[in-house]
């Protein structure tokens, strides 16, 4: 098992900018081998998946809710992933978590083995 800690969340006023890291270890695994997510889960709302990026970053989506405004990015070799987050707004306020999984699936599919802890976000002035 992998195991996922986010860092970097935090108070931001709208139209600001966060970046999330989620460092993984656990023993040894190939990072080039674990696909990695972004989800979101605001008070009272159930969880939102927000991005996938694919274990060697070849092909990265995103929640229509984010297009444009965030970013998702890795590095294998610090076995770390990021969250760039640009133009936030209040409704982006939640727990970001990060996921992570080895299992081949449809890049869309929501089903992770590994995940963190979470981090806080709010977006408010």
């Known amino acids: 098992q992998v195991q996922l800690v986010e860092s970097g969340g935090g108070l931001v006023q709208p139209g600001g900018s966060l970046r999330l890291t989620c460092a993984a270890s656990g023993g040894t695994f190939d990072m080039n081998t674990f696909v990695m997510a972004w989800f979101r889960q605001a008070p009272g709302k159930e969880r939102e998946w927000v991005s996938t990026?694919?274990?060697?970053?070849?092909?990265?989506v995103y929640a229509n809710s984010v297009k444009g405004r965030f970013t998702t990015f890795r590095d294998n070799a610090k076995k770390q992933l990021y969250l760039q987050m640009n133009s936030l707004k209040p409704e982006d306020t939640a727990v970001y978590y990060c996921?992570?999984?080895?299992?081949?699936?449809?890049?869309?599919?929501?089903?992770?083995?590994?995940w963190g802890q979470g981090t806080q976000v709010t977006v408010s002035s």
């Open positions: 990026i694919t274990a060697t970053s070849r092909i990265t």
């Open positions: 996921a992570g999984r080895f299992a081949v699936r449809d890049i869309y599919n929501v089903d992770y083995e590994d």
